[in-house]
């Protein structure tokens, strides 16, 4: 299969300087402005505004970063659930808003899950449990708007997990999304599976992608190629992948520096 174009995810305040390489070919977009507490929480109208002015012309697909600071989406209390179905509830509101049609979502599942499931029998069945009474009243609201939730892998080892959770909750707006970096820094600290390995146990279910690279150490958010996640058989997996993933470029700085690096990326003939 061939590839979709890279897109970026980033804040709104970031389109002007990459508005034609984005908006000229249809590039998505995954606005990241709404994941702090006391942004979604607060009087999002204005931002909403800003976004929207700054999208003005946008062809491409377009996704919005859900809130996540301290979003436990297997939170054992149930109050504390409340609260955070109200936060994504309230990310829900931005995305129709904006017109999004994914929402990025965080993974609950932890390298301490993965060391303890044999010494708690009924741990990963709690956290499968508490997930999904999280999300149900959240999925149905998101597939009345017209947008799937991604569930995105941050500090998972067994890429098996976020899969299984979204196979077993078998809702339509729930699918999975790998970042590139989250799993080299788990395959590089923790001794998880390489990247390609959780793209190929997503098989089916992979909706999203954030394209980043790191070396294996911490969360970098560096260009492609300028760590060392293993980039040709990443993007061959990709390639693979049926239905093909949205793929998002999620660079922390220097994002001018991106048209040049999808230039390389395209050189190589990994991606467009």
């Given at each position: ?130 997930a999904a009474d999280c999300l149900a009243p959240v999925l149905e609201r998101a597939a009345d708007t ?127």
């Amino acid at each position: 299969m061939t590839l979709p174009l890279l897109g970026v995810a980033l804040t709104h305040k970031d389109i002007a300087p990459l508005r034609d390489w984005i908006f000229d070919a249809g590039r998505a977009i995954e606005i990241q402005d709404f994941v702090m507490p006391e942004v979604i929480a607060g009087d999002t109208a204005p931002l909403i505004a800003a976004c929207r002015a700054a999208l003005d012309g946008h062809q491409g697909p377009l996704g919005l970063h859900g809130p996540f600071f301290g979003l436990d989406l297997s939170n054992p209390d149930r109050d504390i659930r409340a609260v955070i179905r109200t936060r994504l509830m309230q990310g829900l509101d931005v995305a129709q808003a904006l017109g999004a049609d994914q929402m990025v979502v965080h993974s609950p599942f932890t390298y301490w899950h993965v060391l303890n499931y044999a010494n708690y029998s009924t741990l990963r069945e709690t956290l499968f449990e508490a997930a999904a009474d999280c999300l149900a009243p959240v999925l149905e609201r998101a597939a009345d708007t017209g947008c799937t939730l991604v569930l995105e892998n941050i500090d998972d080892t067994d890429p098996r997990d976020r899969v299984d959770l979204v196979a077993r909750i078998g809702h339509p707006a729930l699918r999975v999304s790998i970042d590139t970096g989250h799993a080299q820094l788990a395959h590089g600290r923790y001794g998880a599976p390489p990247v390609v390995d959780f793209i190929d146990a997503a098989a089916g279910y992979l909706a999203h992608v954030h394209v980043q690279d790191a070396d294996g150490y911490a969360d970098r958010h560096w260009a492609p190629g300028e760590g060392n996640v293993p980039w040709a058989p990443v993007f061959a997996a990709l390639a693979a992948s049926d239905p093909a993933p949205r793929l998002l470029l999620e660079v922390r700085n220097r994002l001018e520096r991106l048209p040049a690096c999808v230039a390389a990326l395209e050189a190589r003939g990994f991606a467009r």
